[in-house]
């Protein structure tokens, strides 16, 4: 109680913060880093609709000033950020693959300097895509929605190349596919491996131990199950994953 309420307040001071710089700096060169950081907490006090309507003030201004082009992208990020993907897949989905095709016409005319971050966050926008598309599979069970989320984690390797990261993302989400067509012993041990072989990306290793602890469940493991829980919300506590598992 203690600690959310700490948190609460940090919140409320970094929105106070914000804004103030926001309205006494209404021409600032920083302006669009101010809206930016001002609507990821927005999102933080679970204010998606305020923090969207930041989101695409600071995507206007990138375009107005023609800033860095990754200014705009990281507001397009944000605007699919404001919905969840666990909840509002519906409207996730959506502006997720838009994110993902202005990445690419994005890349094409970016300074060299911003490629590196345009990049991190075009598999940014994946790695939300893949669990969106996930959410909607769980949520209607059916298999055709499970199908195609599993030939959207096969060809990432195709359009975002080889890295270390890349493939993280697909071996997760395409063990959490294999565990939701009832092989769950196997995928199990596809997510086990993949937590091992790729543990410094973080957000795959926290999805990993989310679904490792379904999936050991689903076996009657319930120790088990319950260990990897504890991992993740140890190791991995601010991630959405810890959330989900509350």
Same mark, same amino acid.
């Given at each position: 109680? $203690?600690? @959310? *309420?700490? &948190?609460?307040?940090?919140?409320?001071? +970094?929105? #106070?913060?914000?804004?103030?710089?926001?309205? /006494? %700096?209404?021409?600032?060169?920083?302006?669009?880093?101010?809206?930016?950081?001002?609507?990821?907490?927005?999102?933080?006090?679970?204010?998606?609709?305020?923090?969207?309507?930041?989101?695409?003030?600071?995507?206007?201004?990138?375009?107005?000033?023609?800033?860095?082009?990754?200014?705009?992208?990281?507001?397009?990020?944000?605007?699919?950020?404001?919905?969840?993907?666990?909840?509002?897949?519906?409207?996730?989905?959506?502006?997720?693959?838009?994110?993902?095709?202005?990445?690419?016409?994005?890349?094409?005319?970016?300074?060299?300097?911003?490629?590196?971050?345009?990049?991190?966050?075009? $598999?940014? @926008? *994946?790695? &939300?895509?893949?669990?969106?598309?996930? +959410?909607? #599979?769980?949520?209607?069970?059916?298999?055709? /929605? %499970?199908?195609?989320?599993?030939?959207?984690?096969?060809?990432?390797?195709?359009?975002?190349?080889?890295?270390?990261?890349?493939?993280?993302?697909?071996?997760?989400?395409?063990?959490?596919?294999?565990?939701?067509?009832?092989?769950?012993?196997?995928?199990?041990?596809?997510?086990?491996?993949?937590?091992?072989?790729?543990?410094?990306?973080?957000?795959?290793?926290?999805?990993?131990?989310?679904?490792?602890?379904?999936?050991?469940?689903?076996?009657?493991?319930?120790?088990?199950?319950?260990?990897?829980?504890?991992?993740?919300?140890?190791?991995?506590?601010?991630?959405?994953?810890?959330?989900?598992?509350?």
């Amino acid at each position: 109680g $203690l600690l @959310a *309420a700490e &948190r609460a307040s940090e919140v409320d001071s +970094a929105l #106070a913060a914000y804004k103030k710089f926001i309205d /006494d %700096f209404p021409e600032s060169r920083l302006r669009a880093d101010g809206l930016i950081g001002y609507a990821k907490v927005l999102l933080l006090a679970e204010k998606a609709g305020d923090a969207r309507k930041r989101f695409e003030e600071a995507g206007k201004l990138a375009d107005e000033k023609k800033l860095f082009v990754s200014y705009g992208f990281e507001a397009l990020l944000g605007i699919a950020g404001s919905f969840s993907v666990e909840k509002n897949w519906p409207l996730a989905i959506p502006e997720y693959e838009s994110a993902m095709q202005k990445a690419g016409n994005a890349l094409r005319r970016a300074r060299d300097m911003e490629k590196p971050i345009l990049e991190r966050m075009r $598999l940014q @926008a *994946a790695s &939300r895509l893949g669990d969106a598309m996930i +959410a909607k #599979a769980e949520s209607s069970g059916r298999q055709q /929605d %499970f199908d195609q989320a599993r030939t959207f984690f096969t060809g990432l390797s195709g359009s975002l190349g080889d890295g270390d990261r890349v493939q993280a993302l697909s071996k997760v989400g395409e063990a959490i596919c294999v565990l939701y067509e009832g092989r769950t012993r196997e995928a199990l041990l596809k997510l086990a491996e993949a937590k091992v072989n790729h543990f410094t990306n973080r957000d795959e290793v926290a999805k990993a131990l989310y679904y490792m602890a379904k999936a050991a469940d689903k076996l009657g493991h319930t120790s088990q199950s319950v260990e990897f829980i504890k991992e993740l919300k140890e190791s991995y506590p601010n991630s959405d994953w810890a959330r989900r598992a509350d």
